[in-house]
């Protein structure tokens, strides 16, 4: 990819809306696909009480709209500012307090595990029915928008483009037999139980102009302990990921 295409592809622009200040991609096609829309407001004239504690609205109890789900609250029930920058907020916006939660959470993904993927880590990875693997760094582009796999050949897969994650997890508990679990994008949320730790991720994804699905599996390698952890604490990563993506494409 030349340089003046990935500085479209990074190029961002300051927008303001009636939620607030964000930080968009100069280009809607180039936006992350972990990112959400922002939500039409409930208009006014619908909501003349507060939509969760019904509250009447008056000229002391003002309406307020959450930033996040855009439903009408009283102060008392909107009253939290929280960053929510799934949406490219620039400051903390106001929320109520079941989407505040939310976002408190996600903030953590932003704040933890997204270093952790952009920085990336090392495989051994298979594609297709190949018997054949080789040893490639997977991490996820500064724009979020591919895995870009470094090894032999250089290869990315667009984020938007994968239908199915499954990350397989190896439990530690003594006398058990090793358990996998498994998510697919495609209806199944992910979970990571108990003292699991994730060992390798299945994927299958469509590349434009080519027929059907391709796929790839990418495992840990068994060489240095210092590797093995990067690995694990990037396919945790992918996994809070693939919720992400999940509930995007759920909205």
């Known amino acids: 990819m030349s340089s003046g295409v990935a500085a479209r592809r990074d190029a961002k622009k300051l927008v303001r809306s009636p939620s607030g200040l964000r930080m968009v991609p100069e280009h809607r096609a180039f936006g992350s696909p972990f990112g959400l829309e922002e939500p039409q407001w409930v208009p006014d004239k619908e909501c003349p009480r507060c939509m969760q504690c019904d ?3 008056d000229f002391i109890t003002r ?3 959450c930033r996040r789900c855009g439903k009408c609250f009283c102060d008392r029930c909107c009253s939290q500012k929280v960053p929510l920058r799934r949406m490219c907020f620039v400051d903390p916006v106001r929320q109520c307090a079941e989407c505040a939660l939310v976002s408190h959470r996600e903030a ?3 704040d933890k595990q997204l270093k952790v993927l952009l920085s990336g880590a090392t495989f051994l990875v298979t594609f297709g029915n190949s018997e054949k693997s080789e040893t490639v760094v997977c991490r996820l582009s ?3 928008r591919c895995l870009i796999l470094d090894g032999d050949n250089r290869h990315e897969i667009e984020v938007a483009h994968i239908s199915t994650v499954q990350i397989l997890t190896e439990g530690f508990t003594p006398g058990e037999k090793d358990t996998y679990t498994h998510t697919s ?7 990571l139980e108990g003292s699991a730790r994730a060992t390798g991720m ?6 434009p102009g080519v027929e059907g699905v391709t796929q790839l599996r990418l495992m840990a390698g068994e060489d240095a302990n210092a590797s093995r952890r990067q690995a694990a604490a990037w396919l945790a990563a992918m996994h809070k990921a693939a919720k992400l993506l999940y509930e995007s494409r759920d909205q």
Request: net charge positive.
């Open 55 to 57: 509250a009447k609205f």
């Open 185 to 191: 994008l495609l209806g199944i949320q992910p979970t």
């Open 202 to 207: 299945f994927l299958q994804y469509t590349v």
């Open 142 to 144: 500064n724009n979020q």
């Open 108 to 110: 953590e993904f932003y």
């Open 63 to 65: 309406k307020h709209h």
